[in-house]
């Protein structure tokens, strides 16, 4: 038990779908994150949210849009996805910059 | 910018054999340095963290990693392998003052009995 918990742990749907995964942590962290894990490449920052304000938006794809409503939830809506958005999200907190992150064990989403 | 190198995409080892997992790194300030472990089906789990102090570094599960600033390495280390350390290694890299932080592309190790 990690104190990050991500739902659902997997997530099949279809390029014309709506869904959203979400992530919450009961470790008393004021920062979060996201961040998809393909293949054969390494894992990539999508964003940071910090005190609930987003931080760091590594150009991702509007497709993708992320919800921090307060400090222990975070979201990460999707639309209109492509099958290449295929991966392993993830979620993680942390207290501050210099603390280690702790990771949830993930969305498996699967693009149809 | 900052950058972080693994240079090894697998790692194999003996059982009961001292392990190295190799890690390079590049940041303009002073960094703080982690590894990480990733299980099948499972998040990255954190093993140790180097933020200033002693090059040498001791975490979770009997493993160490030591910090070399002038060949800006940062090598995870165990003295005597066990084959449930078979799993996905993690180097990552943060720059002072920020919330970023780089992983490396993750070596696989492989402990045979």
């Known amino acids: 038990e990690t104190g990050v918990t991500q739902t659902p742990r997997h997530l099949v749907m279809g390029m014309t779908n709506k869904k959203s995964l979400k992530c919450e942590q009961h470790?008393?962290?004021?920062?979060m994150y996201w961040y998809k894990q393909s293949a054969k490449k390494p894992l990539e920052l999508m964003f940071v949210?910090?005190?609930?304000?987003?931080?760091e938006n590594n150009s991702v794809p509007s497709r993708f849009s992320p919800e921090c409503p307060n400090s222990s939830h975070l979201f990460l809506h999707l639309h209109t996805l492509q099958p290449e958005d295929s991966a392993l999200y993830l979620c993680?907190?942390?207290?501050?910059?210099?603390?280690?992150?702790?990771f949830g064990d993930g969305t498996r989403l699967s693009i149809l | 910018a900052q950058s972080v190198a693994q240079p090894e995409d697998q790692v194999n080892v003996a059982e009961g054999n001292p392990l190295t997992v190799k890690c390079t790194y590049s940041v303009s300030g002073n960094p703080y340095l982690f590894w990480y472990v990733q299980y099948p089906n499972r998040g990255l789990q954190f093993l140790l963290k180097?933020?200033?102090?002693?090059?040498l570094v001791k975490g979770s599960y009997g493993f160490e990693a030591e910090f070399n600033k002038s060949q800006t390495s940062f090598h995870l280390k165990k003295p005597s392998a066990l084959v449930s350390d078979s799993a996905l290694y993690f180097c990552a890299v943060r720059e002072t003052g920020g919330f970023k932080t780089i992983f490396g592309a993750g070596t696989r190790l492989f402990v045979k009995a």
């Open positions: 949210y910090s005190l609930e304000e987003r931080v």
């Open positions: 993680a907190s942390s207290q501050d910059e210099g603390q280690p992150q702790h």
């Open positions: 180097y933020i200033t102090g002693d090059n």
């Open positions: 470790l008393g962290h004021n920062a």
